[in-house]
């Protein structure tokens, strides 16, 4: 298998610039995770204060979801905190559990970044499609199917490829496996919100925004970070792209500086609060622009529709 050619932080940076933006922190990774779930709770309480806002509630919640997501990924990097123990906490139980599944079949991804074994290679390479397909796309995401399928959608598969004399019921017991986080957690704190006479809030504020906007702005990540990327690319600087993102931008679509993908690749220890400065230092040294980089994603999602 080719592994992907990597960047050298020594042909980037001092030793002092490096030292700064790969220091561990105690305390920032528990910020953002606090700052994920308050405005969560906060776009909930308001969309309760004020009913006429819970559009607004479901496009901000759903880009914290996304949120909690890209913090988990910087735990499956063991850079969300300093104490790898803590990290791993944080990462599971406050962000995503599915970090342990997640974290091998990341570092993959990063190992073989748009080489044929690339395990992300499918989300890029279809790129650039047509206006229609991207809508039909959208359509799936936003009506709640493409929730489905992901989610639930291995139920389908297990049926199709049930062994003869399997029972219907021990089929059943294993898909539900798969599945018992996600529901016992969700079944948890719909009981309590009803318990509190708003069970309404967890189903529009937190199941909404899962099942519609966060699928969106998933499949627009996707498409940001390695779409139009060359497959086979041996350049460490164009193997991912950073697209310039607006302070919309980060409301909604692109949370915690996850819009900075190249230098992520490039340099794999920095925690997501280290990518902005990294970028800033690139600048400075002339360096910036020989980055894939993309002005913003309106411009990014005409080149990859140009088919």
């Known amino acids: 298998m080719a592994v992907a050619p990597r960047a050298k932080p020594e042909d980037f940076f001092t030793d002092a610039e490096w030292a700064a933006l790969t220091e561990r922190s105690s305390w920032r990774g528990l910020w953002l995770v606090a700052h ?164 309404w809030v967890w189903v529009a504020m937190w199941l909404l925004p899962m099942m519609t906007w966060l699928p969106l702005i998933s499949r627009i990540r996707n498409i940001a970070e390695h779409a139009l990327v060359r497959q086979n690319e041996s350049d460490p600087m164009r193997q991912a792209r950073t697209t310039y993102a607006s302070w919309l931008e980060r409301v909604l679509v692109a949370p915690y500086w996850v819009n900075y993908h190249c230098e992520h690749h490039m340099f794999t220890s920095l925690p997501c609060w280290s990518l902005p400065k990294a970028h800033r230092l690139l600048q400075r040294k002339g360096i910036a622009a020989r980055l894939e980089t993309q002005p913003g994603y309106v411009r990014l999602m005409t080149l990859a529709t140009a088919a």
């Open 36 to 199: 994920c779930w308050g405005v969560i709770g906060l776009a909930m309480a308001v969309g309760v204060l004020w009913p006429v806002t819970i559009p607004l509630a479901i496009l901000v919640i759903g880009t914290r979801q996304l949120g909690l997501f890209i913090l988990m990924h910087d735990g499956a990097h063991a850079v969300l905190h300093r104490n790898r123990k803590v990290n791993d906490w944080l990462a599971y139980w406050l962000c995503s559990s599915t970090l342990h599944a997640y974290r091998p079949y990341h570092l993959q991804h990063h190992r073989f970044v748009q080489q044929t074994e690339d395990p992300d290679l499918g989300l890029s390479a279809p790129f650039p499609i047509t206006r229609d397909s991207l809508w039909r796309k959208v359509v799936r995401d936003l009506s709640g199917q493409t929730f489905v399928k992901q989610r639930f959608g291995h139920w389908r598969e297990a049926f199709k490829a049930r062994q003869p004399g399997q029972s219907v019921a021990a089929l059943l017991s294993q898909e539900l496996r798969k599945d018992g986080r996600f529901l016992i957690g969700n079944g948890i704190f719909l009981a309590l919100f009803a318990a509190a006479g708003f069970w």
